[in-house]
């Protein structure tokens, strides 16, 4: 039971505290949090994803049973990927344009997934 109510109570106030301390930050800078937060927490869903879609593959698809999932095999590509083109989406949504910075996260998921493959040999 203290480990619900820690959780429950002593994460989110946690999580509070440093995202209060990032605004804080990143406001005497003169940038947007909002935007930050936003770019930042699409990147780290499609990690998520990624490494789901990943293990699946690994379990009931063509992946070999002895190769790793998609996103664990190369998690240092990954995180590069997501640094360098998030700051490009970044930047577009900082400039105000909302529609091109979609574009260039939508695209840029296409083009990891498209590398996945060939990765694994199946556009061969």
Known sequence: MKHVLVTLIVVPLAAAGILALLNWVFRRRGTSFSVVAS???????????WTFLGQLLQTYGPVEETSRAVST?????????????GTWQYRLARAREP?????????????????????RGMLR
Not at 100 to 119: G, Y
Request: proline share 2%.
């Open 73 to 85: 095999r190369s998690p240092l590509a990954f995180g590069l990927f997501a640094v360098v083109l």
């Open 39 to 49: 770019v930042l927490s699409q990147w780290l869903v499609m990690a998520v994803i």
């Open 99 to 119: 529609a091109q910075a979609a574009r260039v996260f939508l695209w840029s998921q296409i083009a990891w997934f498209v590398l996945m493959l060939v990765d």
